[in-house]
């Protein structure tokens, strides 16, 4: 009898871990799926997965907060239900919840979904600057051909944005990460471009292709170019 109680046991026991490593890898999925870009990598589209992938992370993130409940949950039972068990189920019991909570408060640490968040912002109020700049100049300022976010920061700080140059959270980390400004020949026209660590969803909505001689990419869950102009 005693045998058999200790086998459930170990059943219920194995059954909580193997729940737990599910939790854990879809909570993983959409973690590994959007590629996020690192401040030490290089700027720009990144490596299409398939598409079914896509789908499948897309379920997960909307189910997330569901996983993230339940996965505490079953972390909670494994832990309380390892200080019942011996031997080597006792240390799982106990050391794999907490591995499992440290693995996913690193995650939730993660700092590109601000940078991000402030790079979008950014463009933005600088859109609206320089459509002030227009309606008192009608012309927008720089010269057409390069990019001419260090002059635009000369020409607009002193006047609209006294406080501080801006600068693309990871530019003293890696140079290649810099914002981008591009106005036409007759100074008619702008783009203002910034490279974001993951996908969002404004990406879906904003200027692709080559325009004024930078590469907005294209719509895809591989953009990372966030391009935005006058009155777009």
Aim: glycine letters at 6%; charged letters at 20%.
């Amino acid at each position: 009898m005693e045998v058999k109680k200790e086998r459930i046991i170990k059943r219920i026991f194995y059954l909580l871990l193997f729940i737990l490593f599910i939790l854990i890898f879809l909570l993983w999925l959409p973690f590994l799926v959007e590629q996020k870009l690192s401040c030490e990598d290089s700027p720009g589209s990144v490596s299409l997965l398939p598409s079914f992938i896509y789908k499948i992370s897309g379920w997960v993130k909307s189910i997330e907060s569901i996983l993230g409940k339940s996965l505490f949950i079953v972390s909670l039972v494994l832990f309380i239900f390892g200080f019942f068990q011996k031997g080597t189920l006792r240390i799982i019991g106990i050391i794999l919840p907490i591995i499992v909570s440290l693995i996913f408060i690193s995650i939730a640490g993660d700092r590109s979904g601000a940078r991000d968040s402030r790079r979008i912002a950014d463009l933005r109020q600088f859109r609206e600057i320089l459509n002030r700049y227009y309606d008192e100049n009608k012309k927008y300022p720089g010269i057409s051909g390069s990019n001419q976010w260090d002059i635009l920061n000369q020409i607009i700080i002193d006047k609209y944005h006294p406080e501080t140059i801006i600068q693309d959270p990871c530019y003293k980390i890696n140079p290649e990460w810099t914002y981008e400004y591009w106005v036409s020949p007759d100074n008619q026209e702008f783009v203002l471009k910034a490279n974001l660590q993951s996908w969002w969803v404004v990406l879906n909505d904003d200027l692709d292709g080559d325009i004024l001689g930078t590469s907005c990419g294209k719509d895809g869950f591989s953009e990372r170019e966030y391009c935005i102009g006058s009155s777009f």
